[in-house]
């Protein structure tokens, strides 16, 4: 029978940054012998409460206990001495280095003052087959795929007899077998005895693997729930932070007649380990909303279609003829812009002026050899500064000290300039204040109503409604439906998202 006392408990645990309270009162248990899932919208708190257990971060209140114990990890060793060992997105592992040397690295075994290299692998074959891993552990770790590489951090961590494991997004850059693996592995050390917390965003892994969920929102933990107890749309509302039962449609989608013929179409396009195949026909003159959780796929989408990856299969579609991206400047030639997700470290050169960023776009497609004369930047740059509104005394001020939402409108500057065909906007509306964001909604508006195709990508379901002529809906990397904006409301998209019907 499961112990009803959890091996691990942190309770009142408050973190701080300047300006920013991450962490709000927050308590999480772990039960030996179950895999606890950990999930929230980005901001959340959930990388935040990750590092606090670690020891990366040090607390301004609160109480950890390991097996009744108080803790207080002051460092990733200090954890790690604790029992408590943590696989990340981005593997710390050492690439150059063997199978059997990352397992074991800082703890080899030594014959005098020697390492003993046959002990080392004879001890790291053991310690893979007791997970159903076999390969060679002489071999450098760089030459396996990723999904090897994690679960030579997993050994690392059972080698170590950690008692606690933490799994932070390790199945973003897995394929669905490669998933189905770690799940195995996963199950068969919830076997054992071992507390497993589980960080994803992918609602069909959650409910695959699962025994638990705790859910973060906002820097406060909502709720702990047993995973039986907690269905897909109640947990979506508990995450959003609002019971979407009782939220009306919102009414209004883009004004702007499609044409016969679409600008952009994707057929059956996929990148392993990215999306799974999907196809999208992208008109002159509407928008088209991306909708889907965070994970859910709707970056890369736009990342494909931008020619910032490749895809490996599918086709793509230009004006009705087949057209192939190696890289964004194809795309830029083909009339396609991207304003990516990241503002501040994809978007703005913040030492830059304004004039130089808007005009960045523009001087990149002419190329090296036809210099956008000084006279020609400013009249783009003060035109565009009139015309978005951006407030600023002149162009040459540094974007970098700009508020968000003037930063988001030089970006748009910087792609109209180009007079692009087809518009990609991820997140255009993220960290700005509601005015702003209305001005901004209102400028993407009048585009589409000038003949620009638009695909619009926004957390915010209501945005991505309220502007939207059609909403693809995404779930897990995947797109599992299309539906015309005006019949459908964040409820009906939201149970699409949870597996039932809109």
């Known amino acids: 029978m499961q112990s009803t006392t959890p091996m691990l408990a942190m309770s009142g645990i408050v973190k701080s940054y300047p300006g920013v309270r991450a962490l709000a009162d927050v308590a999480l248990r772990l039960f030996a012998g179950e895999i606890h899932v950990l999930m929230g919208q980005n901001g959340a708190g959930k990388s935040t409460l990750i590092k606090v257990l670690t020891g990366v971060e040090k607390p301004d209140a609160g109480r950890i206990e390991l097996l009744g114990e108080v803790i207080r990890p002051a460092s990733v060793q200090q954890a790690q001495a604790l029992g408590i ?45 007791t997970l159903n891993i076999d390969i060679d552990v002489s071999q450098t770790l760089s030459t396996y795929p990723v999904a090897v590489q994690q679960m030579v951090a997993i050994a690392r961590a059972v080698s170590a007899e950690a008692q606690i494991l933490i799994l932070d997004e390790p199945t973003s850059s897995l394929d669905d077998g490669e998933v189905e693996r770690l799940f195995a592995v996963m199950r068969q050390l919830r076997g054992k005895g071992m507390a497993i917390l589980f960080v994803t965003h992918f609602l069909d892994q959650t409910y695959a693997v699962a025994d638990r969920i705790t859910v973060l929102r906002n820097g406060s933990r ?59 026909d992208l008109y002159p003159g509407q928008v088209l909303g991306l909708g889907g959780l965070l994970g859910s796929g709707r970056s890369e989408i736009a990342r494909l279609l931008f020619g910032i990856d490749r895809a490996d299969a599918g086709a793509l579609r230009i004006g009705g003829r087949s057209a192939r991206f190696s890289s964004p400047r194809d795309a830029v030639r083909h009339g396609i812009a991207l304003c990516p997700e990241e503002r501040k470290t994809d978007g703005i050169i913040a030492e830059l002026s304004i004039r130089e960023n808007i005009i960045l776009a523009l001087q990149a497609k002419r190329g090296l050899l036809r210099y956008l004369p000084m006279k020609r930047q400013k009249e783009l740059a003060d035109g565009y500064i009139a015309a978005l509104g951006i407030r600023t005394p002149d162009a040459e001020k540094p974007i970098g000290q700009l508020s968000g939402g003037n930063q988001q409108k030089a970006l748009l500057a910087r792609w109209l300039a180009t007079e692009p065909r087809l518009l990609i906007l991820d997140e255009p509306t993220r960290g700005i204040d509601i005015a702003a964001k209305q001005e901004i909604m209102e400028l993407i508006i009048a585009q589409c109503r000038k003949g620009l195709a638009i695909l ?29 904006a005006g019949d459908t409301d964040e409820q009906g998209i939201y149970r699409l998202i949870a597996g039932g019907r809109a």
């Open 222 to 280: 909502e709720g702990e729930y047993p995973v039986a107890e907690l269905p897909r749309l109640t947990l979506i509302n508990k995450m959003v932070g609002r019971d979407l039962e009782q939220i009306p449609r919102a009414a209004g989608a883009a004004a702007g007649a499609a044409a016969n013929q679409p600008f952009l179409q994707a057929l059956g396009l996929a990148r392993a380990a990215s999306v799974q195949a999907f196809d999208l």
């Open 85 to 129: 060992s943590t696989v990340y997105q981005e593997l710390n592992l050492c690439p150059n280095l063997s199978v059997a040397e990352n397992i074991y690295i800082g703890r080899f075994p030594m014959r005098g003052a020697a390492i003993d290299w046959r002990a080392l692998e004879q001890q790291a074959r053991h310690v893979l087959h």
């Open 456 to 484: 619009f990508i926004s957390s915010e379901m209501s945005e991505v409604l309220r502007i939207s002529d059609r909403v693809a809906v995404l779930r897990d990397r995947r797109k599992i439906a299309e539906l015309a």
